[in-house]
């Protein structure tokens, strides 16, 4: 009797578990050193990290933004002097942490840094926050060609009322951006070509770089915020923070270790489809796929209106479905069932 009554309790524990906690990634900056980190955490206690290797950059530079595309690649922005070709879009060796630009953001003004990284799932770009050093009225989203690491197209943002200095950014699953403003303490969205500031102002003294990350499964935005406890000696704490994306107020998750560190984004792993070509979902890559792909062939920009499928056809996470698309669906197709 005794063992049927915990044979019960364990079912139910089972069945009312929560899902696994997404893991969570973020260039972790020594701010004595300056030397940056990657790290792993989970929301349950962001404490304790997992240390991978060093994300070295160039010299007067420093990782600023980290983000996954859905197929599990590490991506990672570099922020430096104003101007420096040497920020941009990299890539994050997976075994190593090391980064690797990708090519010169041609097109970034002279007077521009680049603080955060997002996906954006809709247009499926690599999006990047650029800001003037000084704080300015205007803010650009830089779209980076995937390919060259060059700026495929931008959009420029304007706050009428006061400066903004935003060192995070993130996009939520609708396409919306949310962008973290050190200036005003604030959290604004993106409205065609301005800046609107949502409701409440976070509930403290933002200092230094940090970072916004969407978790695309569950809608989640979290922040690896640094709050200031002091501002004449520069002290602070680094804390993981849940935004409202409606307000804009904050929620205190947890400690990320106190004064040491800067956490200057949150990446979530994302759950990757190894078989992307089924869209159809029966497991197999066959004509009915081929319908669906071809419609998005000929829609070819992802987050244009006549698009369909959120893109999925765009296998290689480029911003269209075209013949580089078409070769990976060939073999997926010539293979038919999903591995
Ligand atoms: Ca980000
Ligand atoms: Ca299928
Ligand atoms: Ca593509």
């Known amino acids: 009797m005794k063992s049927a009554v915990f044979a019960l309790v364990v079912a139910c524990a089972a069945a009312n578990a929560p899902a696994i906690a997404q893991s969570i990634w973020s260039p972790r900056i020594n701010r004595t050193n300056g030397v940056a980190t990657l790290v792993r955490f989970h929301a349950d206690l962001p404490s ?120 995070g950014v993130t996009c939520r699953a609708n396409g919306e951006y949310l962008l973290l403003d050190l200036f005003n303490n604030m959290v604004a969205r993106n409205d065609d070509a301005g800046i609107v500031f949502l409701g409440d102002v976070i509930s403290f003294t933002a200092g230094y770089n940090q970072g916004f990350g969407t978790d695309f499964t569950t809608g989640t935005v979290w922040y690896t915020s640094f709050r200031i406890t002091n501002a004449l000696q520069g002290a602070g704490v680094a804390e993981l923070r849940i935004i409202d994306t409606t307000t804009g107020a904050d929620t205190l998750v947890g400690s990320l270790g106190g004064n040491t560190f800067l956490f200057t984004d949150a990446a979530v792993e994302p759950d990757v489809n190894h078989c992307p070509a089924d869209v159809t979902s029966d497991s197999q890559v066959d004509d009915a796929d081929f319908v669906s792909f071809a419609s998005q062939y000929d829609a070819l920009e992802c987050g244009t209106p006549s698009m369909t499928g959120g893109c999925s056809a765009d296998f290689n996470f480029d911003g269209a479905v075209d013949d580089a698309d078409f070769v990976l669906f060939a073999i997926a197709y010539d293979v038919l069932v999903c591995p």
């Not at 420093?62 to 599990?72: A, C, I, M």
């Not at 041609?106 to 926050?129: M, Y």
């Open 48 to 167: 304790a990290q997992s240390t991978y290797g060093n994300m070295i950059a160039p010299a007067n530079h420093f990782v600023s933004g980290l983000e996954y595309t859905p197929d599990g690649r590490m991506w990672a922005t570099v922020q430096g002097p104003a101007g420096s070709l040497q920020q941009g879009l990299y890539r994050v060796d997976p075994g190593t942490s090391a980064i690797t630009q990708v090519g010169q953001p041609i097109g970034l003004a002279t007077n521009e840094q680049i603080t955060d990284l997002s996906w954006n799932p809709v247009t499926h770009r690599l999006t990047g926050s650029a800001t003037v050093a000084n704080g300015a009225f205007t803010t650009r989203l830089l779209n980076f060609n995937i390919a060259d690491g060059s700026i495929a197209s931008a959009q420029t943002l304007t706050s009428p009322n006061v400066k903004v200095l935003p060192v």
